[in-house]
């Protein structure tokens, strides 16, 4: 199961953290990720994480700006997103997988179901 929160409102510049918080099954036998979808566009990748934390993949328009972490002691993956945009605006998604592939490119098994980031200008 894959439980998100911290999704909302916030000013161009602002900041925000979501969560995403996992349980029922290995935490770190996971690569996990986070897309996005605004109203209208097709679900985009946002950000990856391998199984151990040591490999991380940003989209070029979050690269600087956006942070992925995952944090094994309460099974929680955050991206913490700074000097937010109006572009930035959608729903957030994390997903998990096996395959760091499948998580990067979307086609990974399991995800989250969302949480709503407003940025206005």
């Known amino acids: 199961q894959m439980e998100q929160s911290g999704g909302g409102s916030v000013q161009a510049g602002g900041s925000l953290r979501l969560s995403c918080t996992t349980s029922?099954?290995?935490?770190?036998?996971?690569?996990m990720g986070w897309f996005r979808q605004a109203p209208g566009k097709e679900r985009e990748f946002v950000a990856a994480i391998s199984q151990t934390g040591d490999r991380t993949r940003y989209e070029d328009s979050v690269r600087g700006r956006f942070t992925i972490a995952r944090d094994k002691s309460k099974n929680m993956l955050y991206p913490e997103m700074h000097d937010q945009k109006p572009d930035d605006t959608g729903g957030y998604y994390c997903?998990?997988?096996?395959?760091?592939?499948?998580?990067?490119?979307?086609?990974?098994?399991?995800w989250g179901r969302g949480t709503q980031v407003t940025v206005s200008s």
């Open positions: 029922g099954y290995t935490f770190h036998a996971y690569n």
């Open positions: 997903n998990r997988d096996g395959s760091w592939e499948w998580v990067n490119d979307g086609t990974a098994f399991f």
